[in-house]
């Protein structure tokens, strides 16, 4: 018989803080931009974007003055540092826009011996990544809820910056899912975090912000334990959502239905998905980040008629 309690939260001893788990991420943020880059700029060879100049509100460019064109465009301050006058342009009227959602509830916390990273971890250095590309390609990227889409070229700093901000309002508590507000008909979502929310209510997400065409990319993060469980004996296993524990004598007795209830949950998500024409992708943070953001940049560009092109490794 398989022995087994749940323990309550004067016995567990733990004590879930939201608000620290979110400020110690803020605090990983830096490093993670770096990443973040580093990993662009290896998914960046083959990369045309499609940037144009043209009516837009972000600066993209200064370029020469060419005669005949309106003296009104000219950049009268920049062009006072050279000897050459020099027009300021902005980013292509005809930029799409696509909105990149990173979990960072507790769960996400989690990292095992086998992962490279934390799921948090993984799930910045990712979006961040690609925002990087996307920008590059020409779009406007933005953080649902939180930031606008704007295209500068320094939008891994300024998503970064958001999330540091956000992290230090009092009593922020991190949302396992993003807000499900309505998108508009040619914008784009991407969605990275584990989804081990109930299925319910990602569809009750996933559907409201596809509700007018809005396309969208859903990336499952996973530990990769959280797909073997190699537990056996005495196990302990702790709630990062609550201060619960679950005490196991013979841990190895629930791998198979585990196993099981996993497959059925990511298929319910899967389905999810596809019910609004969405894509689904699982990346375990055991494998490189580059190799996730070839996948995506793959299923955006298929989306998006040319927002990133190129080919996946």
Avoid at 48 to 63: C, D, I, K, N, S
Avoid at 285 to 298: G, K
Wanted: with cysteine.
């Amino acid at each position: 018989m398989v022995d087994a309690r749940l323990l309550d939260e004067d016995e567990s001893g733990v004590q879930a803080s939201h608000s620290q788990g979110a400020l110690d991420i803020a605090r990983r943020l830096p490093s993670l931009v770096v990443a973040a880059k580093q990993v662009a700029a290896t998914v960046m060879h083959g990369v045309h974007g499609r940037r144009r100049a043209g009516v837009g509100e972000t600066f993209w460019q200064f370029r020469p003055f060419v005669w005949g064109e309106p003296t009104t465009r000219i950049d009268w301050r920049r062009s006072a540092r050279d000897d050459r006058v020099y027009v300021r342009e902005r980013e292509w009227e005809a930029a799409h826009t696509v909105w990149i959602w990173m979990d960072r509830s507790p769960s996400m916390n989690y990292v095992s011996s086998l992962a490279a990273q934390a799921k948090v971890d993984r799930a910045l250095v990712l979006g961040m990544a690609a925002a990087d590309l996307l920008v590059r390609g020409g779009e406007r990227v933005g953080i649902p809820g939180l930031m606008r889409a704007v295209a500068t070229r320094n939008i891994v700093d300024r998503f970064a910056e958001n999330m540091i901000e956000e992290a230090r309002r009092k009593a922020y508590v991190p949302a396992e899912l993003p807000p499900g507000d309505t998108l508009a008909a040619r914008t784009q979502a991407v969605l990275i975090g584990d989804f081990l929310s109930e299925p319910a209510e990602i569809e009750r997400t996933v559907h409201g912000m596809a509700a007018r065409g809005a396309q969208g990319h859903l990336v499952m993060i996973a530990d990769p334990v959280e797909e073997t469980f190699p537990f056996s004996g005495h196990t302990e296993f702790l709630d990062v959502d609550s201060s619960a524990r679950l005490r196991v004598g013979e841990a190895q007795s629930f791998k198979a239905e585990y196993i099981s209830r996993l497959a059925k949950h990511r298929d319910a998500v899967r389905a999810v998905c596809a019910s609004r024409g969405w894509t689904f992708a699982i990346h375990r943070t055991d494998r490189p980040a580059s190799e996730a953001l070839l996948a995506l940049r793959m299923r955006i560009e298929a989306e998006g008629g040319g927002l990133l092109q190129g080919s996946v490794a």
